[in-house]
Each structure stands twice: as C-alpha cells, then as structure tokens.
C-alpha cells in the first residue's frame, strides 16, 4: 500500500510541475493607430515589440519624419534592421518614388498617412482656418467607424478603433488605403 501512495504521489507531483517553457521570440515591427497624439495630430506611429504569438510587450511612439525614415531604411531601426524600403516592399504606392526614378532618392513624405483620419471620421474633426474647405472623410459616422467598416479594419487587426495595426497588416492597409475600389468600399459598401 505504501508503495502504491508512493507511486500515486510522484505521478501527481510530476503532473503537477510545469512543463520547460519553450523559448519565447520576439521581434520588432512598425505599428499605427487612429488615435490622437498630445501633439494634434490625428494618428499616432509607433515601433513595437511582439512575441511570437502577437502580444505586444513593448511600444515606443515616433514622430511622422522619424517613422518614414525609419521605414525607408534611411535611419537606423531595430524593426527595419537590413535598411530596406519596406514602403516599396509591400508596395505603398503612394510613399515611394516610381521605379525608375529609384536612383533620385527616397519620398520625405508619406501622403497616405495624411488620409489615416479619413478613416474614423466622417469631416476633418478639427477646426479649418479661414479660407480652408472642408474636408469630408470616409467613415460613416460622424466619430467612428459604422459596424462594417470596422470589420472591413478587423482584417488587418483592428479589433477596437484604437487597436494597434502591425506590421505588414500596416503596411497591407497603408496600400490598400491607395485604392480608390477599396476606399469605394470603405465608404459606401460598394
């Protein structure tokens, strides 16, 4: 009988320990989100870390020039390590110079990231100066986006409106956000 508790013991107690965790690994990417910065502008940019499942373990904003160049392998990046245009990588149009005109340099811009508010509101949110027009975006509420829309934005990791959107799921909605079929769809559905 005693070697039986014995037995029973060490079978529960071995069952009980944790098994060797297997090594977790994590790497760096650019991320964005729709929400505002202290700063007024109506996005905010970010290099994060994330461990093989997707949690995010760490985050450091950057400003609008810093990212671009970053991105553009012009500055050094813990995310963009080997230096390359990751805009023309994933093929962001609208933030790369044409092919052929590769040898003049890079973009100091990205016009698309002026569009990232167009996302969540339905009117440019802030007040215009005088002689400014108004600006319609593409969100069909007045604050946010209607429920398809943000389905159409959970395709690329958006589960909230202010949810992180990382690395190439960026870069993919960065793209896409070029697309007048896709902004049509954004809008209206259609």
Known sequence: MRKVLLALFMLF??????AAALPVTTS???ALSLGSTTEGQMFSLFVV????QGKVLETRPLSRNNFIRQIQGRAFSQANPDAEDLFRK???KQCTLPEDSA????LTDCSTLDDLWKLRF???PLKLQSGQNERVGWSAKKLTPDERQMMLLGG????YLLDLVIGENMFRLLRDMGDPE????YRSGL
Do not use: I, L
């Open 13 to 18: 107690g071995m069952a009980a320990r944790p």
């Open 28 to 30: 760096w990417q650019f």
């Open 49 to 52: 870390k994330v461990n093989d």
């Open 90 to 92: 994933y093929g962001v």
């Open 103 to 106: 040898a003049m340099g890079f």
């Open 122 to 124: 339905w009117e440019y």
């Open 156 to 159: 690329y990791g958006m589960t």
């Open 182 to 185: 896709w902004v049509q769809n």
